[in-house]
């Protein structure tokens, strides 16, 4: 009995003092967790407020107390990519993926990283792993398209797009994606619904909008592409290209002479005559308004176009033809390429309806259909015309 008394004494003391020393050291570790959870917190609030700045600053105090803070790491890496740091961001996202691997936003941010520096075997890695342990993260799958569409593997861009409209349908932007990666697959039917989508959404989504537009139109649905366009011009007001393609648009469509002519000189108003785009209003104004009854207006933009255009140009000949100083001979001679006799034989053409001269007209949209460049403007104007011919 005598000799388990002491050590019964002995362990009470060894307690007592365990405690004693241990107690300061809690209250330490308690402060130094309450100030890393303030810092986390106060860069949070800075990123939100996109303060990124004050946000990269305050995470890198948070590191020197915490080190092995693998969130901390990888919102810094968010916050560095904000800035453009790219190869900064991505140390820390490595930094954070080393110290939570299972962390599939990680892997994720890890491999926008990677993208940001056009380093596209290894961002696709990486999102494959983030896809492994989280297969239903919309923006994941959002990223993968943009990473196949980039390397122009559109086939395997749509699926994923399709995956991220399926994941997170709350988000227009994939469904603009979606919309774009089947513009470059050619299937343009099939663009229009995930686009409208995307403006039902977001209702002032100006890409979404722009694209819509261009497809309706290259669908032959010019109608509702100058109707799309306007909603976009009430977007962005005066837009250059915007104000362009209503023009081209209200030409396609037929019966709309005053409205691209007026669309037309409005560019030419607010941006010059000395843009690569502003000859071609200027036809479209001289055309337009000739087909509305408007000659007046239409010669008051032949006269501006002797001072105002830039005489040396190839365009400036078809506004000589459109004032009777040039034969459709002579204009047909000075066009030296393919491109140039697009242009030559679409607006002799318009110049023969305006005379009343249908059949002649038709030769030349004909020769535009056969032989034009499609690409350009005039190509789509010259087809829209032989059908009305019909």
């Given at each position: 009995m005598s000799n388990r008394k002491p050590s019964h004494y002995l362990a009470a003391f060894f307690v007592v003092c365990f405690l004693c020393v241990s107690a300061p050291a809690q209250e330490k570790a308690e402060e130094r967790k309450a100030t890393v959870d303030r810092l986390f917190e106060l860069g949070v609030s800075y990123s939100n407020k996109k303060q990124f700045d004050?946000?990269?600053?305050?995470?890198?105090?948070?590191?020197?107390?915490?080190?092995?803070?693998?969130?901390?790491?990888?919102?810094?890496?968010?916050?560095?990519?904000?800035t453009s740091r790219h190869q900064e961001a991505l140390e820390a996202f490595e930094a954070a993926v080393k110290l939570s691997p299972s962390q599939a936003q990680f892997h994720a941010s890890l491999g926008a990283a990677y993208m940001n520096l056009r380093r596209w075997d290894e961002s696709l890695t990486a999102l494959n792993e983030a896809v492994r342990l989280d297969p239903t993260s919309g923006t994941t799958y959002s990223m993968l398209g943009f990473l196949y569409d980039n390397t122009r593997r559109f086939e395997e861009a749509l699926a994923a797009n399709k995956k991220a409209v399926e994941y997170a349908p709350e988000n227009p932007a994939n469904f603009h994606n979606l919309g774009l990666t089947l513009i470059k697959l050619n299937r343009l039917a099939e663009a229009v619904e995930p686009l409208e989508i995307a403006l039902r959404i977001a209702p002032n989504y100006k890409n979404a909008r722009f694209h819509l537009s261009n497809t309706l139109s290259r669908l032959k649905r010019y109608k509702d592409a100058v109707d799309s366009f306007t909603k976009l011009l009430e977007l962005d007001?005066?837009?250059?290209?915007?104000?362009?393609?209503?023009?081209?648009?209200?030409?396609?469509?037929?019966?709309?002479?005053?409205?691209?002519?007026?669309?037309?000189?409005?560019?030419?108003?607010?941006?010059?005559?000395?843009?690569?785009?502003?000859?071609f209003q200027a036809i479209i104004a001289v055309i337009g308004f000739r087909a509305?009854?408007?000659d007046e207006r239409a010669a008051a933009i032949i006269s501006q176009s002797h001072t105002k255009a830039d005489q040396t140009l190839w365009p400036y000949k078809i506004i000589l033809f459109f004032n009777n100083q040039l034969t459709s001979e002579e204009l047909l001679k000075a066009a030296s390429t393919t491109d140039q006799k697009t242009e030559a034989h679409t607006f002799i053409g318009m110049e023969l309806l305006l005379r009343g001269e249908p059949n002649e007209a038709r030769t030349h949209f004909e020769w535009v259909k056969e032989f034009g460049n499609p690409t350009f403007y005039e190509y789509p104007l010259a087809l829209a015309e032989l059908e009305r011919l019909r």
């Amino acid at each position: 009995m005598s000799n388990r008394k002491p050590s019964h004494y002995l362990a009470a003391f060894f307690v007592v003092c365990f405690l004693c020393v241990s107690a300061p050291a809690q209250e330490k570790a308690e402060e130094r967790k309450a100030t890393v959870d303030r810092l986390f917190e106060l860069g949070v609030s800075y990123s939100n407020k996109k303060q990124f700045d004050q946000a990269i600053e305050t995470y890198r105090k948070l590191l020197k107390i915490e080190p092995m803070h693998p969130s901390a790491l990888h919102n810094l890496g968010a916050a560095l990519a904000n800035t453009s740091r790219h190869q900064e961001a991505l140390e820390a996202f490595e930094a954070a993926v080393k110290l939570s691997p299972s962390q599939a936003q990680f892997h994720a941010s890890l491999g926008a990283a990677y993208m940001n520096l056009r380093r596209w075997d290894e961002s696709l890695t990486a999102l494959n792993e983030a896809v492994r342990l989280d297969p239903t993260s919309g923006t994941t799958y959002s990223m993968l398209g943009f990473l196949y569409d980039n390397t122009r593997r559109f086939e395997e861009a749509l699926a994923a797009n399709k995956k991220a409209v399926e994941y997170a349908p709350e988000n227009p932007a994939n469904f603009h994606n979606l919309g774009l990666t089947l513009i470059k697959l050619n299937r343009l039917a099939e663009a229009v619904e995930p686009l409208e989508i995307a403006l039902r959404i977001a209702p002032n989504y100006k890409n979404a909008r722009f694209h819509l537009s261009n497809t309706l139109s290259r669908l032959k649905r010019y109608k509702d592409a100058v109707d799309s366009f306007t909603k976009l011009l009430e977007l962005d007001a005066d837009h250059a290209d915007i104000l362009t393609l209503r023009a081209w648009n209200y030409m396609y469509l037929g019966g709309s002479g005053r409205e691209a002519a007026t669309d037309a000189e409005r560019y030419l108003n607010l941006y010059g005559w000395r843009t690569q785009s502003a000859p071609f209003q200027a036809i479209i104004a001289v055309i337009g308004f000739r087909a509305a009854g408007m000659d007046e207006r239409a010669a008051a933009i032949i006269s501006q176009s002797h001072t105002k255009a830039d005489q040396t140009l190839w365009p400036y000949k078809i506004i000589l033809f459109f004032n009777n100083q040039l034969t459709s001979e002579e204009l047909l001679k000075a066009a030296s390429t393919t491109d140039q006799k697009t242009e030559a034989h679409t607006f002799i053409g318009m110049e023969l309806l305006l005379r009343g001269e249908p059949n002649e007209a038709r030769t030349h949209f004909e020769w535009v259909k056969e032989f034009g460049n499609p690409t350009f403007y005039e190509y789509p104007l010259a087809l829209a015309e032989l059908e009305r011919l019909r």
